[in-house]
């Protein structure tokens, strides 16, 4: 049998002393090397498996769904038929991507193995297991060729990986040219008129209502950091570009707390296999 999770030496002190820490709370994003942050993002994403769905769609109002059906709807696959999901959590891009598109399949990758566990079981039960192929990967070295989707895209995965230029490289080499980089990402809103509500919901609300239902309120104090300390739509969208992907474009939704950022691999490269 599979082992669920692996941590290195590194990592497993780190998770040990967060799990000792006197404040209940993950230090700051910009406080922690790129080791221990990826240790601090698998224990995480190991300990709020159980209620990962319904916390995502309770917390953000439903909006989370919607925000993936916008997403699935700008895909566009003509070519291999093929969509990778990265740092897929439980699946439900790539479910909501293969109802939408009924003659795709999807490749859902996740480096927490509960995760995967969960999606697998929900894919079974709504009959998409022919559909989509869940495996435990890593988005900075991709287990696929060159040219193999028609479109890679990431929802709510990119603001956890440090080495961010490694993983948009990456969805570049395996995306056919021609074909597309979605990124769909919580981002501090930009409103003035909401900013300072946004602010107290992200640092006050909602870890006090996570506290309710997870045995991991501590994870939803790292989720408003990571989103605060996360580019601007116009940064990460420069910084998409700045890393080969073309004709970039950004999808505010719902005034601005997430965003779509939806770009091109570059079908000039047809030969070279990634930019």
Not at 127 to 134: A, N
Request: proline share 4%; hydrophobic share 45%; net charge positive.
């Amino acid at each position: 049998m599979r082992t669920p999770i692996r941590f290195s030496s590194a990592e497993s002190k780190f998770c040990l002393k967060m799990k000792i820490s006197e404040s209940n709370k993950y230090p700051s994003v910009k406080k922690v090397s790129d080791e221990e942050r990826i240790g601090m993002v698998k224990e995480i994403f190991s300990t709020i498996t159980g209620r990962y769905d319904f916390l995502n769609h309770f917390l953000s109002l439903r909006r989370d769904i919607a925000w993936r059906r916008f997403t699935v709807k700008k895909m566009n696959f003509f070519k291999t038929k093929r969509l990778l999901d990265i740092a897929c959590g439980t699946g439900d891009l790539s479910i909501n991507a293969c109802l939408e598109h009924e003659v795709i399949s999807a490749a859902a990758a996740d480096f927490v193995y509960p995760m995967i566990k969960v999606g697998q079981d929900k894919v079974k039960k709504i009959g998409l297991s022919g559909r989509i192929y869940f495996l435990q990967g890593n988005a900075l070295s991709l287990p696929f060729e060159d040219n193999s989707f028609d479109v890679s895209a990431m929802a709510f995965g990119i603001r956890n990986i440090p080495q961010k230029a490694q993983a948009l490289k990456e969805m570049l080499r395996v995306t056919v040219p021609g074909g597309q980089i979605m990124i769909l990402e919580m981002t501090f809103i930009q409103n003035r008129l909401f900013k300072l509500f946004y602010y107290i919901y992200l640092n006050f609300l909602l870890p006090l209502l996570a506290k309710i239902f997870s045995k991991n309120a501590a994870a939803y104090y790292y989720l408003a950091d990571s989103i605060m300390n996360f580019p601007s739509p116009e940064e990460f969208a420069a910084f998409m570009r700045e890393n080969g992907i073309v004709a970039v474009k950004i999808y505010p939704r719902t005034f601005g707390i997430a965003c779509l950022y939806a770009g091109i691999k570059d079908s000039s490269n047809q030969d070279k296999g990634c930019l």
